[in-house]
């Protein structure tokens, strides 16, 4: 590891597997124990989390909107679950709806409206044999909508999980009722409703990704159809343990010069062949077939023939922090397919780092991987491991993977029945692509922390400058929808929406191709969201900082509309790069029309304001001047509100919440809340608490006005909302009040008065988030601290009593107490222990010492000794009375007899 880069990506940092050899990073590390290479890979790992978690690059929405706040439509109904396949008929305005045992015919314009229902449950004895393989029957032995598309104009294809026995039928759209024809839906929809799955139906053939067995643990790729069925091979070079999110067609023989195919693209994550790691690594993939493919004539029969497969890249070349799972995919379509764009949303599979990214890819760039690209083979190492490498020889021709063509054609090869064997059997051993396909601008277009994202779809906008913008909607796992727009290769996150209370995953997604409407499905149900909210933005400047191209500002009706193609108006005002000087220009607001606070002296006081702007910053003014937050008398409330405590004569004048946002090199300033704070002497004390708090309540304010430089030069009208009401009424021109702008920069002032709701009369109110203002900690905060420090003496003095501190301590105690016991040297308890007492020796070991020398107590080391003998016996007189040998042998053990063949052998004598 060298520099700032923690590491040279997961992925490559474990290749090495050969005689046991671990690689992180650029260090080779041989014959790494199981243990010690865990260790290594997870301190890398959290080393690289905590730098992505630092440096990373983020998207705030500059709007939050609350579920109450939006006009939201639902339909849910009761006792139904799992609404999770939505199809869209714009054509009939009908929107189709896939459930738990249930599939319903919505009005698109308005889907609380429902137009048709019909209900598909399992029968009992079905329902029994699921539940005898161990499957649960309040939620796993049910039908489970899977696969809802349009087969022609008269009738739906529908598949069901059906009790764990997958299961197919036609749904009629004369009488929205089923045929009950059962087909067999193996191959063509899961067997557990908590697997992945994926389907498109391209001509009348239904292309799916799903497993085919009840255990799932053979996955396919397959194709059904009256003519020719085909599926891959059942082998882990090819598919290992995919989880499906995506699947679609991309017609590419429509005016093709060469003659080529229109083809079928599957999105997955698996688990990694090519890389080696401590567990499962898993990879994000594309892959793709042919629609004409037939299978081969005696190699891979009834098997793809076209199917190949590539890595899809999605990471932070800065800081090499790899999304390796992918969890839903948006196909930007456009009439030429070279020129569609495909939208994808990853995380990283390593815990809940919360981080989620979007990257982009061209189709086109997607297409010289798998027509240009290098292929991938397996290699021996040590006759017991595959290894996967490039394969630098020329491949077979015709191209292995490739669709029939018109070269193919002039060579005789009209089908895939009659490519040769030798293509047939590269493919079948070499369907994964070793080129990679890189996002667009080699990065994610967006990146967010603590969100993880769960599905995507995207639509293009041409705004009034007839320049084409992608907006980028995703969802969340919290039931939160955002709205995200690609604008000089920068993300700017407009705004986002809590579609559901209870913050449920999003499940589903769908957007119009109109671009009118977009549609989430949950467990819960489904919501209809507008794809903008442009009258919720009450100012001109609002409007344009918003940044959003579905909104233009009305410079007639001083409204925010969604702009129309079809029937635009010459007055509308949109600026995408969020520069508010182009909105018209407004009169400043005297201080008459601020609202009147009236507070007793020494009474805290809280003014309410609330910024729209997730990006913008409270600035609070008094009488002109900046006030500082450090200042101990005030402070900021929920990050925008003034509390002031214990109002004094300094206090009173006229306060201002100011907004300000920084858009690019520009700042734009706009007044949010005005309020003048004075005493009123007169009016008596309902309470004679001093630390009483009167408090303000004002409604939604109404942003309007916009200057630049100067705001001496701003000329216009005022508009302001009344209560209860949402039309802007024009208020009467009131004296102006000069104000400085708070920032050196060109400063855009931008005004907002706010209306009370009502005349407050008692101004003394309290507010339940200023209660802590009267209490007064001190008291207890001293009492606390003399309990623990009397607790710590009587600690102290215990643990001194029972002799457990150091002799400093005893001699402290002896003096005290009068007490002779002296401290004991260190460790002397311990050694104490280890000294064996003197014992009384035999007769015998009497006479042994007739000189009078006294037996030395013996140190005990832990084991068993006796003295030396021949023989192991009783030692006796004559064994003591002979001199004992010198201390050369090994073991000192006296023995003359027969040597010691081994060390631990006991010594025979």
């Not at 290894?387 to 020329?394: D, F, I």
């Not at 290769?489 to 449920?504: A, D, G, R, S, Y």
């Not at 940044?547 to 509309?561: H, I, K, L, T």
């Not at 005005?674 to 009123?680: M, N």
Request: proline share 6%; with cysteine.
């Amino acid at each position: 590891m060298t520099g700032s880069r923690p590491l040279q990506t997961i992925m490559m940092a474990l290749r090495c597997r050969e005689k046991r050899l671990t690689c992180v990073g650029n260090i080779t590390v041989s014959k790494v124990p199981e243990s010690n290479m865990a260790l290594s890979v997870l301190s890398i790992f959290l080393g690289l989390l905590l730098e992505v978690s630092t440096h990373g690059p983020t998207g705030i929405p500059r709007t939050t909107w609350k579920h109450q706040e939006v006009n939201l439509i639902q339909f849910t109904e009761t006792g139904i679950f799992n609404y999770s396949i939505l199809l869209l008929n714009e054509d009939t305005n009908v929107l189709y709806v896939g459930a738990r045992e249930a599939i319903f015919e919505l009005d698109m314009e308005n889907i609380s409206v429902k137009k048709n229902e019909v209900f598909w449950k399992v029968p009992e004895e079905k329902q029994t044999a699921c539940v005898l393989k161990g499957k649960s029957r309040e939620t796993e032995c049910l039908n489970y909508i899977r696969v809802l598309q349009v087969l022609n104009d008269a009738s739906l294809y529908v598949c069901g999980t059906y009790a764990f026995q997958p299961t197919c039928d036609y749904l009629s759209l004369q009488d929205f009722k089923l045929e009950n024809k059962n087909e067999d839906g193996r191959g063509r929809c899961a067997f557990d409703p908590a697997q992945s799955f994926a389907s498109v139906m391209v001509d009348g053939d239904l292309y799916s990704g799903t497993a085919f067995n009840f255990l799932g643990s053979e996955p396919i790729i397959h194709r059904s159809s009256p003519q020719m069925s085909l599926r891959t091979e059942y082998s882990i070079s090819w598919l290992n343990e995919p989880s499906f999110v995506f699947a679609d067609v991309i017609r590419e023989s429509k005016n093709s010069p060469d003659g080529d195919d229109d083809k079928i693209y599957f999105f997955f994550t698996e688990v990694s062949v090519e890389y080696e790691f401590v567990g499962k690594l898993s990879i994000p993939r594309i892959a793709r077939v042919c629609k004409g493919d037939l299978g081969g004539q005696r190699t891979l029969q009834k098997k793809w023939t076209s199917f190949l497969k590539a890595k899809l890249v999605c990471s932070m070349p800065e800081l090499n922090f790899v999304f390796n799972v992918v969890h839903d995919v948006f196909i930007l379509k456009t009439p030429d397919w070279k020129e569609t764009v495909i939208y994808g949303v990853f995380t990283s599979q390593w815990g809940n780092i919360g981080l989620s990214a979007v990257c982009a890819y061209n189709m086109s760039t997607v297409d010289e991987v798998f027509s240009k690209g290098k292929y991938m083979q397996k290699a021996s190492v040590e006759q017991s491991h595959t290894k996967w490498v490039r394969y630098n020889a020329m491949p077979p021709s015709p191209r292995p993977g490739a669709c029939i063509n018109n070269i193919d054609r002039l060579q005789n090869i009209s089908d895939s029945l009659r490519l040769p064997d030798k293509t047939l059997q590269f493919i079948k051993d070499h369907p994964l692509m070793d080129d990679q396909v890189l996002p667009i601008g080699n990065g994610p277009k967006l990146i967010r922390r603590d969100v993880n994202y769960t599905q995507i779809v995207v639509d293009r906008v041409r705004a009034l400058n007839n320049n084409v913008y992608d907006v980028i909607f995703t969802s969340t796992d919290k039931g939160v929808l955002q709205k995200a727009i690609i604008y000089d290769n920068e993300v700017h996150v407009v705004e986002e929406i809590q579609l559901f209370t209870n913050f449920e995953p999003i499940k589903t997604l769908l957007l119009s191709s109109r671009g009118k409407w977009l549609y989430a499905g949950s467990d819960a149900g489904v919501v209809q969201s507008p794809t903008a909210f442009c009258e919720k933005y009450l100012s001109c400047a609002d409007c344009i900082l918003s940044r959003d191209p579905y909104c233009a500002w009305d410079s007639e009706d001083n409204s925010c509309v969604v702009q129309d193609h079809e029937s635009r108006k010459s007055n509308l005002i949109q600026n995408l790069n969020g520069d508010a000087n182009v909105c018209p220009r407004v009169k400043y607001v005297s201080s008459d029309d601020y609202q009147k606070i009236i507070v007793k002296p020494r009474n805290a006081a809280e003014l309410q304001c609330q910024l729209k702007s997730n990006l913008a910053k409270v600035v609070w003014k008094l009488n002109g001047t900046v006030l500082s937050v450090e200042d101990s008398r005030y402070h900021l409330l929920r990050g925008d509100s003034l509390l002031i405590l214990s109002v004094s004569e300094q206090d009173l004048g006229n306060y201002e919440c100011w907004s300000e946002e920084q858009v690019k090199s520009s700042s734009f300033a706009q007044l949010v809340a005005g309020f003048v704070l004075s005493f009123d002497l007169n009016v008596p004390s309902t309470t004679s608490d001093p630390t009483s708090t009167a408090t303000t309540t004002t409604t939604p304010l109404n942003p309007v006005i916009q200057t630049e430089g100067n705001a001496n030069t701003a000329e216009s009208t005022l508009t302001s909302t009344s209560p209860g009401s949402t039309t802007p009424t024009t208020l009467p021109s009131q004296t102006e009040t000069k104000l400085t702008p708070t920032s050196s920069t060109t400063v855009q002032t931008l005004w907002t008065l706010p209306i009370p709701i009502s005349d407050v009369p008692n101004l003394e109110t309290k507010d339940p988030s200023t209660e802590y203002i009267k209490s007064n900690n001190s008291n207890a905060l001293l009492l606390l601290f003399l309990l623990f420090f009397i607790l710590f003496l009587a600690l102290m003095a215990y643990n001194c009593y029972m002799q457990f501190l150091p002799p400093p301590c005893l001699k402290l105690r002896a003096a005290l107490l009068g007490s002779n016991k002296k401290a004991k040297p260190e460790y002397m308890a311990c050694e104490a222990g280890l000294i064996e007492p003197i014992v009384e020796k035999t007769v015998q070991i009497e006479a042994h010492n007739q000189n009078g020398a006294q037996q030395k107590g013996l140190r005990d080391t832990g084991y068993e000794t006796e003295p030396d003998c021949s023989n192991g016996k009783i030692p006796t007189t004559k064994h003591l009375e002979e001199p004992q040998e010198s201390k050369d042998k090994p073991f000192d053990v006296i023995c003359e007899s027969q040597p010691i063949e081994y060390a631990d052998a006991d010594a025979p004598c």
